[in-house]
């Protein structure tokens, strides 16, 4: 890691800037204002900022960070690059304490730039899972403590927070979604909107798939109460892949998002998916996995009240 943190645009803002131009504006430099595409001038002289330009168009000027995460941010642009690597590398994830410490900013700084680069790793991709008939594996796991499943006949009143993931086992895509309850009706449509008809889907004995199982090629199960991890008939029904995926991301929230929030776990469930469908064992490296994440901060503005919401009822 310390090799690739190296490079000129981890230090330098000019060159952070001219890294992040090049990704961005691979397909033409877009003015945000009206939308031209290649017909704006680098303004240059002493007094100006890095990075502005003027469009010929509606004559105004804007820098590659209009409308991306970066928008309305006052750390510089090499800080943030090292921020993107950190996270896109860290298998067990980054904590903001990790953030401030290592970058020198502030704790709330920090914060706010992993949230926003959570929502950069945000999947936008709508292609079903298991297209093409390929196996989807679906399960549930459970972490922390619910705050809204206070229950007086519960021993110890409140439930965990619940999270289904789905893994196609053909791409290598993973997809979380933090969920109420393990209830069919919860679970069902989740299935229905995310994996294609013609998908092989994989899950535990659990009764809650079984109706909705019945709407793909095959369901196939794995019996877990009777130790039964492979089907003895089929070698190709397990759910290994998503209990891998499991073990990833409880060791990444144990070790370092130990208090998360439930209004918060659906950012960090999507940095544990970015991660998973971008790994190294599908070929992606350190550097490619950033620079995937570089593509998704267009668009994606996040506003302070956006991350923070509801924080007078939060428990952590
Ligand atoms: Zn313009």
């Known amino acids: 890691m310390t090799s690739t943190l190296s490079a000129p645009h981890f230090h330098d803002e000019e060159a952070a800037y001219a ?45 590659v960070k209009v409308n991306t995460i970066f928008e309305s941010s006052h750390v510089k642009l090499h800080i943030w690059l090292q921020a993107i690597h950190l996270l896109a590398s ?20 920090a914060w706010f730039m992993a949230h926003r680069i959570r929502e950069a790793m945000r999947s936008v991709d709508l292609i079903p899972f298991g297209t093409a008939g390929g196996a989807v594996e679906a399960d549930e796991t459970f972490w922390g403590m619910d705050p809204d499943s206070f229950s007086a006949s519960r021993m110890g009143g409140y439930g965990a927070m619940k999270v289904l993931t789905l893994i196609d086992r053909d791409s290598g895509r993973a997809k979380s979604v933090v969920i109420d309850d393990l209830n069919r009706e919860t679970i069902e449509p989740i299935l229905r909107e995310n994996i294609a008809r013609e998908a092989r889907l994989m899950t535990d004995e659990a009764h809650r798939y079984k109706r909705i199982g019945r709407e793909f090629a095959e369901h196939g199960s794995v019996n877990h109460s009777k130790d039964e991890y492979v089907s003895p008939d089929d070698i190709t029904v397990h759910t290994q892949c998503v209990e891998n995926y499991y073990s990833v991301f409880k060791r990444g929230m144990k070790g370092t998002y130990q208090h998360c929030a439930k209004r918060h776990l659906h950012r960090y469930c999507a940095e544990f998916d970015f991660r998973y469908t971008n790994r190294k064992a599908l070929g992606v490296d350190d550097g490619e996995r950033a620079d995937r994440i570089l593509a998704g901060v267009k668009g994606k503005r996040l506003t302070y009240r956006a991350t923070d919401e509801g924080r007078t009822r939060s428990v952590a």
């Not at 033409?28 to 003027?54: F, Q």
């Not at 860290?90 to 700084?109: D, H, I, P, Y």
């Open 19 to 63: 890294y992040i131009e090049a990704r961005l504006w691979k397909d033409g430099r877009d003015c945000p204002h009206c939308g031209t595409i290649e017909n704006s001038v680098k303004l240059a002289g002493k007094s100006t900022r890095i990075g502005v330009y003027k469009c010929r168009d509606c004559r105004k000027p804007f820098t």
């Open 90 to 109: 860290s298998k067990k994830g980054f904590s903001a304490n990790q953030f401030a410490r290592t970058l020198g900013v502030s704790l709330k700084a």
